[in-house]
């Protein structure tokens, strides 16, 4: 009797580890094949699809992106990256950012085959950062295609093409995410000051020297941006710094298209004259020199150093150290402020200045004149 009870308690042990071995075995199947819909699986040797690959996307712009050689009297002076965005009869245009061309008088292309081609630039424009070339289009590969800004959102994939560093490793592929959209970057042509401010998309795509005037693209393979700036170091103090990393900027596909067809045509781009020099009013060792004397209670806004005769301002009744503080209703705080507020106008139309006078407010209009 007491054996039989001994096999009846081996055999529910029996079952019970073959129900909890089969309950084991389910759970850790049901963990490999959640680990395959990410992950790539190896079978016979070959490896599945992924379905996190951007490859059929990078596909549809690689051979339309190019490394750009500009040199000046035959001596390299600089290298970028350039996208084929059309093509006209025998002519392919090639955009890329003007200061990619700046310093040169002309400029070659090396294709994904690292086949070349002699261009011609078209010209360019140094606040808008876009500049044009062309090429004859019997030596093009691709031409990209071009999306659009409007339905982006925050977390989008993005990805770049180009040439960091210079053609050794051009064809260079990144990818990250769009970081944040309509961001005010703050550019400096003098090297010391702000200038102007460019409205652009931020990734976290890796961009280097050389990524300039290459492709930004979303997910299906459109170009929705033109690589610009790459913000690597921060001022934060008068003697420290400190290094940003995985911050990247692009001009609007929709900007860079637009200031590209004027130049297609050959004209300059003209921008509102007003006809003031000027300086923020935290210089004060150049107002100081220019015997301008800040009221205290303007804490900012933007000095006239001087009034051109005959100029929009000069009609309007501006004069040397007035402090302009808004155009229209948006307050001006620098020049690079004010010249971004301006350029959102275009000659012949009439903008609002709010201005100080010797501690007192002002308002004034000014008709804008093509720039001279």
């Known amino acids: 009797m007491k054996k039989n009870k001994n096999i009846v308690l081996i055999s529910v042990l029996i079952v019970f580890s073959f129900a909890i071995g089969s309950i084991?075995?389910?759970?850790?199947?049901?963990?490999?094949?959640?680990?395959?819909?990410?992950?790539?699986?190896?079978?016979?040797?070959?490896?599945?699809?992924?379905?996190?690959?951007?490859?059929?996307?990078?596909?549809?712009?690689?051979?339309?992106?190019?490394?750009?050689?500009?040199?000046?009297?035959?001596?390299?002076?600089?290298?970028?990256?350039?996208?084929?965005?059309?093509?006209?009869?025998?002519?392919?245009?090639?955009?890329?950012?003007?200061?990619?061309?700046?310093?040169?008088?002309?400029?070659?292309?090396?294709?994904?085959?690292?086949?070349?081609?002699?261009?011609?630039?078209?010209?360019?424009?140094?606040?808008?950062?876009?500049?044009?070339?062309?090429?004859?289009?019997?030596?093009?590969?691709q031409i990209a295609t071009i999306g659009n800004t409007e339905n982006l959102k925050l977390g989008d994939t993005t990805f770049a093409v180009g040439a960091p560093l210079g053609d050794t490793y051009s064809g260079t592929v990144t990818k990250g995410i769009l970081s944040g959209k309509d961001r005010l970057v703050e550019v400096s042509f003098s090297g010391s000051t702000s200038d102007y401010y460019m409205k652009v998309l931020q990734t976290d795509a890796a961009l280097n020297p050389g990524n300039s005037g290459g492709p930004l693209c979303n997910i299906n393979g459109e170009v929705i941006g033109v690589t610009s700036l790459k913000l690597t170091q921060e001022k934060i103090s008068a003697t420290s710094t400190y290094s940003v990393e995985g911050m990247g900027f692009a001009i609007p596909i929709e900007d860079a298209l637009y200031y590209a067809e004027i130049i297609e045509t050959g004209e300059s781009i003209k921008r509102p004259y007003v006809g003031i020099s000027m300086l923020d009013i935290t210089d004060s060792f150049y107002l100081w020199q220019a015997g301008i004397t800040i009221p205290e209670e303007v804490t900012k806004g933007v000095a006239i150093l001087e009034v051109v005769s005959t100029s929009p301002a000069e009609k309007a009744g501006l004069k040397k150290g007035d402090i302009i503080t808004k155009i229209d209703k948006e307050k001006i705080e620098s020049v690079a402020e004010l010249r971004y507020e301006l350029y959102k106008h275009n000659p012949g139309e009439t903008i609002n200045i709010t201005?100080?006078?010797?501690?007192?407010?002002?308002?004034?209009?000014?008709?804008?004149?093509?720039?001279?």
Not at 110 to 137: H, P, Q, R
Not at 355 to 372: A, C, D, M, V
């Open 355 to 372: 201005y100080n006078r010797n501690g007192k407010e002002h308002n004034t209009s000014i008709l804008l004149e093509k720039t001279q």
């Open 24 to 141: 084991w075995s389910y759970l850790v199947m049901k963990q490999l094949e959640s680990r395959n819909s990410t992950f790539p699986q190896v079978i016979g040797g070959n490896y599945t699809v992924n379905e996190n690959s951007i490859s059929g996307a990078v596909e549809k712009v690689y051979d339309a992106t190019v490394t750009i050689i500009t040199s000046n009297n035959g001596t390299q002076v600089s290298s970028g990256t350039g996208f084929v965005y059309k093509v006209e009869g025998n002519t392919a245009y090639i955009m890329t950012n003007n200061h990619v061309i700046a310093n040169g008088d002309s400029a070659k292309i090396i294709f994904s085959d690292s086949s070349e081609a002699e261009t011609k630039i078209l010209g360019g424009d140094t606040y808008a950062d876009i500049a044009v070339l062309t090429t004859n289009s019997k030596s093009i590969k």
